[in-house]
Structures are given as C-alpha cells and as structure tokens.
C-alpha cells in the first residue's frame, strides 16, 4: 500500500508540486486524493474535509495521518529526495518552518496568484494520473 497524499487540486501551487511527485513516484510508493473532487466525501466519507484542506494530509499504510510539512517530508522521501524537505525537520528550524508553513496555507491562493498569476486552477494545471 502506498503513502496517500491529500492535497488541493485547485490550488495552482500545491498541482505543481503534485506534478513533481507524480513524475518522481515511478515505483508507486505515492498515491494522491485531490480533495477538491467531487466524489471526494463518497470516498473518504470517515475524513474531514475541512482539517485536509487547512493543511497538506498524508496518509501511512495504517492509516496513521502526517500534517503539514511532515506529511510533504515523507512524500518526497519516498520519492528518494528526502533531502528537500530535511532540513525543515531538524529540531530548531522545524518550529519555525512550521509556522511558515501554516501562514503559506492559509493564504495559498494569493500566494499561488503572486507567484503563478492564478488563484485557482481551472482545467489547465490539472495533475493526470
């Protein structure tokens, strides 16, 4: 079973980083959820929407739940770049990453927009899988 990815398929930042997991995730070691579907709550009826689209979910093979920056640390080292993320994770740094990260969250949209020129993603930035 592969490590379950929750993310937000309307968010034009979060598609991009999807994009590059996906094309690293060649020994399907990764499995993504775009929680904006529209079967998303058929599916995952036991799951809370609003908790997985204030942060990045991911999901371990028992169904243990990783937050945040965590949760993308883990995706990218099982991909084999862990070293993206690991320094984010190292005790002192972690802290400050994570309160980062949650600002980042909160305003992905705008950030999306200031970085990409869009808020949200329509059909064009859609990750295939």
């Known amino acids: 079973m592969a490590f379950t990815i929750f993310y937000d398929g309307q968010c034009p930042l979060c598609e991009i980083e999807m994009k590059h997991l996906k094309k690293r995730n060649t020994q399907g070691k990764l499995s993504f959820v ?25 999901m371990t093979e028992d169904g243990a739940m990783l937050v945040g920056l965590d949760a993308t640390h883990r995706a990218w080292s099982e991909v084999g770049h862990s070293w993206l993320y690991a320094p984010l ?33 329509e059909t064009d930035c859609k990750v295939k899988y």
């Open 34 to 58: 775009d929680i904006m579907d529209s079967d998303f709550a058929t599916k995952y009826p036991d799951l809370d929407w609003h908790a997985l689209n204030e942060r990045i979910h991911g």
């Open 89 to 121: 994770r190292w005790p002192v740094i972690k802290f400050f990453a994570d309160k980062l990260y949650l600002l980042f969250a909160k305003n992905r949209y705008k950030v999306s927009y200031l970085l990409t020129g869009k808020k949200r993603c």
